[in-house]
């Protein structure tokens, strides 16, 4: 499946801001004009795809459940 095909509305395009690195996963930090999305991927994905602040890349969100509690 290409990323074109993917729905648009799963899509978010930014920036990185930062990578908080660990030695299995990693958090990675992407400004988007609609706000911080965090992801938590491999340590390893990081440096496949070469990864680091300021590169732009696009988030794609695939989410089956959102929970939402009353604060």
């Given at each position: 499946?290409?990323?074109?095909?993917?729905?648009?509305?799963?899509?978010?395009?930014?920036?990185?801001?930062?990578?908080?690195?660990?030695?299995?996963?990693?958090?990675?930090?992407?400004?988007?004009?609609?706000?911080?999305?965090?992801?938590?991927?491999?340590?390893?994905?990081?440096?496949?795809?070469?990864?680091?602040?300021?590169?732009?890349?696009?988030?794609?969100?695939?989410?089956?459940?959102?929970s939402?509690?009353?604060?």
């Amino acid at each position: 499946m290409s990323i074109q095909s993917i729905n648009v509305r799963n899509q978010f395009r930014g920036k990185i801001k930062e990578i908080i690195e660990g030695v299995v996963v990693s958090e990675v930090d992407v400004e988007t004009p609609h706000g911080i999305i965090t992801s938590v991927i491999t340590t390893r994905s990081i440096h496949d795809l070469g990864l680091k602040a300021g590169v732009e890349v696009l988030a794609l969100v695939k989410a089956t459940e959102v929970s939402i509690a009353k604060v």
